[in-house]
């Protein structure tokens, strides 16, 4: 059982501003410790060492676990312990020296500009349903957004008069370009579309499922897949795949990599980095003439 759970989870959320699914993951690592601390006969929080966390750390990896998620474990637990140490419910915290894995980066999955294209027009836009596909396929990709992002959408949020739309991301609210394509799409959805999938004329997200409910990450995750089978590409292809297309792609066309970071919302210069490792080209030049459906 997870001590102090309720405070801890507050904590997160209130003090940190952890997001939900990083709530949740450091709730299921934490209860797993427990689960094991359980298995070794350790009874209480003033009985755990740091030779406690370095013998769970090394039952993580004789698992088979991957660096990746002994990583993240290992932030938990490290958040977790100074909570609790901060909240003088442990006389001092056994996970301050606790040092995670050396994590090899791996470059991020990219398609192709062509499979993209072939993704992008499998929506059938004579249905409404089809319509609303594109316009979401469409500004994800001239976006890079996350699939958060745009599924957290206002209609407030586009200004197709200035080509612009407005994301609220995990650090700040930015403000990202719209290329024609998916302007075009936003107008016919908008037009011909969300009007007809609306259930409730007071919703103000901007992407709504078939019940005129705001749409879900799960039923985005389903339509991408659907589509890509129906495209008959055989590669895994999730919201962040878009996400990682876009940002390579421009970066291949002569994107300044500056330009890239804020468009994608990254604080960190060093994470858009690794899209010009994927690219031979020179960077040259910005959205407007390097994003291929611009």
């Not at 039952?59 to 637990?77: D, E, F, G, V």
């Not at 594109?134 to 080509?163: C, F, H, P, Q, W």
Request: charged content about 25%; hydrophobic content about 35%.
């Amino acid at each position: 059982m997870l001590e102090n759970e309720a405070e801890f989870l507050a904590f997160l959320s209130d003090t940190k501003g952890a997001s939900e699914n990083t709530i949740l993951s450091y709730k299921r690592d934490i209860k797993n410790f427990f689960q094991y601390l359980s298995e070794t006969g350790i009874k209480d929080l003033q009985s755990i060492t740091s030779l406690t966390l370095s013998a769970y750390t090394l039952y993580l990896q004789n698992s088979k676990k991957a660096s990746s998620t002994i990583s993240r474990n290992i932030a938990s637990l490290k958040c977790y312990f100074s909570f609790l140490h901060s909240r003088n419910k442990i006389q001092f915290n056994p996970a301050s020296d606790l040092e995670s894995p050396k994590i090899d980066k791996k470059f991020p999955e990219i398609m192709s500009v062509q499979d993209v294209e072939l993704l992008l027009n499998q929506p059938d836009i004579s249905e409404p349903k089809g319509l609303r596909d594109k316009a979401m396929l469409e500004v994800l990709y001239a976006t890079g957004m996350r699939v958060s992002e745009l599924i957290s959408l206002k209609v407030t949020d586009i200004n197709l008069n200035l080509e612009l739309i407005h994301c609220s991301g995990k650090n700040k609210t930015r403000v990202i370009p719209l290329g024609s394509k998916a302007i075009e799409a936003l107008s016919r959805y908008l037009k011909c579309s969300r009007g007809t999938l609306l259930k409730n004329d007071t919703e103000t997200s901007l992407f709504v499922n078939c019940n005129g409910n705001p749409m879900t990450r799960q039923g985005f995750w389903k339509i991408i897949k659907d589509y890509a089978k129906k495209a008959g590409i055989h590669e895994q292809i999730t919201p962040h795949t878009l996400r990682h297309s876009f940002a390579a792609h421009l970066i291949e066309n002569g994107a300044d990599i500056q330009s890239v970071q804020e468009m994608l919302g990254h604080s960190d210069i060093s994470t858009t980095q690794i899209y010009a490792k994927l690219s031979k080209s020179k960077l040259k030049e910005v959205y407007s003439k390097a994003h291929p459906r611009a």
